[in-house]
């Protein structure tokens, strides 16, 4: 603060002078008009104007000097010399108001086409400069509803909702195609973004503000076919913030493609309502194709357009960390992962039309507004909105393992934790084509291995095996990190016959098994004979062994350095750990 204070010091002198120059030009001026109050002919007239045109010269005046400067040529046609003086004068401010003018007329009168195409090439915000340079291109930039379309909110905007307001206005009948928020604030330090503020209690927060601003701003019948929308913070999710955001994307005037709520936090958890509503959201946006949701659990859901319930919708469905709820929902350490299968099931009951839960007469509520501090409001409209799509009673305490079948006709890619295989049991899924199982890093592999975890692990996965088993073609288990698979040698070709990616990890218990699977697969005369890739990398093969798998094997698998990277630490991220899955999409 010391530095830039002396830095504004050194101007001073600089400030002082100049503002003194132009304090004695303006006296000087009010002398000249004075004496030309006085004059007593047109010569001498036609002289004080010349000596004002110079004066107002030397403060880039010479819109109002030169036609002093014309008429005091008139003025003095009997005095040769003046005449000549004021020619002169009247040529060389002339010529230098028409480059000014010039200047300010190329880019005032810049083609609405050129402006726009400049702005969308450049930064997001430009628009924001460009309304601010002149009045011709603040009109023009005001009346281009396509360059308001993206909502960005950064760090340094100090105002984020009237921001997202005066963009949603703008935008007109186009309506956004980007709301990208970093909600990112420092709790130990308020003044550093004195109005970006958190959720506390019942306390109004930023983001709810930003989110009430587009509602406001949004004129029935717009609708805001939305590329993306992002939330992101370096901090904890509020579950009043998460709720209004969960509001907020059931709007039907709400249409984005991909939905991304993220915290650098790895520590928070995600509220019961999210887990629940995220596979019911196709319902009210028929654009959506993939929700992601990365705190401590990391959610991806993906869906495509299909007949029947919202669960033939469902094509991808990655949920890792999910168990192991501190505090709150049912009371034990598994209930999220009761709200994620309870939304799997109202997914797959849900109905073909949608059926008020209200009472009859009860008033629209699709532009109901939910202002910021209504945290109540917001997760009842949230929570009782979609009841209309499901019968399943929002309370229903059925057991994650145990209740009805769920049946997800078109899931073909699914990723869970150790912790949670035993919801499989419920599960139809007959084009399931892709399997992968981890150990959460909260577990520790060590305690899977040696721990009555492990044998659990073991029978869950043999009967999620011989419940998908049919369909798979890949198979990941590298971040499950058992002691030894029971199931190996002829009886994973007899669960799996038609798999075609297989990846086991680096254990060397695993070589006798792999050998015997591959020979087993080999010789049946049932589903593929060959696998088209294998993870056997970092294991000590004998030559003949590593000569055997060249010959049955198409490609052996080698993991990149980011692969390795944190192996036991990071493989629960879903960018990490479903490295493998992709490499053949």
């Known amino acids: 603060m010391s530095t830039a204070k002396s830095q504004l010091r050194a101007h001073l002198p600089t400030v002082a002078q100049v503002v003194g120059d132009l304090r004695a030009i303006a006296d000087r001026l009010q002398d000249l008009a004075t004496i030309l109050d006085a004059a007593s002919s047109d010569v001498q007239s036609a002289r004080i104007t010349l000596d004002i045109a110079r004066q107002l ?166 609708v805001h076919n939305l590329d993306y929308f992002r939330f992101f913070t370096k901090f904890q999710w509020h579950g009043l913030d998460i709720c209004y955001i969960l509001r907020f994307l059931i709007r039907p005037y709400i249409q984005p ?22 596979p019911l959201l196709p319902a009210f946006n028929p654009r959506l194709v993939e929700v992601e949701a990365k705190g401590r659990p990391k959610i991806r859901y993906r869906f495509a357009p299909a007949e029947g319930p919202l669960g033939a919708r469902i094509t991808e469905l990655k949920a890792c960390q999910v168990s192991r709820d501190i505090g709150g929902g049912w009371g034990d350490e598994n209930s999220n992962i009761k709200f994620l299968v309870h939304g799997l099931y109202a997914a797959a009951t849900s109905r073909t039309e949608y059926v008020s839960p209200f009472r009859e007469g009860a008033p629209d509520l699709t532009y109901e507004a939910c202002a910021p501090g209504q945290g109540d409001l917001a997760a009842h409209r949230a929570e009782a909105i979609p009841r209309g799509w499901t019968t399943v009673d929002q309370y229903d305490r059925s057991d994650p393992v145990t209740g009805p079948r769920i049946s997800l006709p078109n899931l073909h890619t699914l990723v869970v934790g150790a912790k949670d295989l035993g919801f499989l049991t419920r599960l139809d899924a007959p084009r399931l084509e892709k399997l992968g199982v981890g150990t959460p890093p909260w577990l520790g592999w060590k305690r899977l291995r040696d721990a009555r975890e492990g044998d659990e692990a073991h029978v869950k996965l043999m009967t999620a095996l011989r419940n ?64 088209k890739s294998i993870d056997v990398s970092g294991l000590r093969w004998t030559v003949d062994e590593r000569q055997f798998l060249k010959e049955n094997v198409d490609e052996l698998q080698r993991p990149t350095a980011e692969d390795r990277q944190g192996e036991w630490e990071l493989d629960m991220d879903i960018d990490t750990y479903c490295a493998y899955l992709d490499n053949d999409e």
């Open 468 to 531: 998908f088993g049919g369909s798979l073609k890949t198979l990941d288990l590298r971040n499950i990190h058992l002691k030894a698979y029971p199931f190996m040698g002829a009886v994973l070709h007899e669960l799996c016959p038609h798999l075609e990616h297989l990846n086991l990890g680096l254990e060397d218990e695993f070589r006798a098994g792999i050998i015997a699977y591959i020979t087993a697969k080999r010789d049946s005369d049932v589903g593929t004979r060959r696998l």
């Open 257 to 278: 493609v991909k939905i991304r709520i993220e915290s650098a936090d790895y520590t928070t958890n995600l509220a019961d309502l999210a887990f629940r509503l995220f």
């Open 57 to 222: 010269r030397l403060v880039n005046q010479q819109r109002v000097a030169v036609p002093m400067l014309d008429k005091a040529r008139g003025m003095a046609k009997s005095d040769k010399k003046l005449k000549e003086e004021l020619d002169t004068e009247y040529t060389a401010q002339n010529q230098e108001l028409i480059i000014q003018r010039q200047l300010r007329m190329t880019w005032s009168r810049l083609p609405a086409s050129a402006l726009r195409r400049v702005c969308e090439l450049g930064p997001r915000d430009l628009v924001l400069v460009v309304s601010r340079v002149c009045s011709t291109w603040r009109k023009q930039a005001l009346t281009c509803n396509s360059l308001w379309r993206e909502v960005v909110v950064t760090t340094k905007d100090h105002s984020p909702h009237h921001k997202a307001a005066a963009y949603t206005k703008r935008s007109g009948s186009h309506g956004l195609r980007v709301v990208d928020l970093d909600m990112s604030f420092d709790f130990n330090n308020p003044p550093k973004h004195p109005k970006r503020v958190s959720a506390r209690n019942e306390q109004k927060s930023t983001l709810q503000c930003i989110l009430h601003a587009i509602d406001k701003e949004t004129k029935q019948g717009v």
